[in-house]
């Protein structure tokens, strides 16, 4: 069992930058992949960002690509995000999540583990 911890995130105006940590916890050599979603406010939980536990191989979604940086530390089992020129829409809870998926995973379905989540808000 893996659990994920997550920290970060607040309120930040149109332009900032914030940053979200996610802490695995638990048998953490079974884990391959780590990602980061988000689900809008009434929108479904969408793909923001994965990450590569042993390549530290990255891939983001179009509309968070050149803003967003995911990266990992290996010596303290987390994976961050480094969020800059936040916009509005960006606003949302922000999920961690984590699988022993060797894949792209890139769909909420294909992870095993799931963060609480944590609230980002950009105002205009």
């Known amino acids: 069992q893996v659990r994920l911890v997550e920290s970060g995130g607040g309120l930040v105006q149109a332009g900032g930058s914030l940053s979200l940590s996610c802490a695995a916890v638990?048998?953490?050599?079974?884990?391959?992949?780590m990602g980061w979603f988000r689900q809008p406010p009434g929108k479904d939980r969408e793909f923001v960002a994965t990450?590569?536990?042993?390549?530290?191989?990255?891939y983001y979604s179009n509309s968070v690509k050149g803003r967003f940086t995911v990266s990992r530390d290996v010596a303290k089992n987390t994976i961050s995000l480094q969020m800059t020129k936040l916009k509005p829409e960006d606003t949302g809870i922000y999920y961690c999540?984590?699988?022993?998926?060797?894949?792209?995973?890139?769909?909420?379905?294909?992870?095993?583990?799931w963060g609480q989540g944590t609230q980002v808000t950009v105002s205009s």
């Open positions: 999540a984590a699988d022993p998926g060797i894949r792209l995973l890139l769909l909420p379905h294909e992870y095993e583990y």
């Open positions: 990450v590569k536990w042993n390549s530290n191989s990255t």
């Open positions: 638990g048998r953490t050599s079974s884990v391959i992949t």
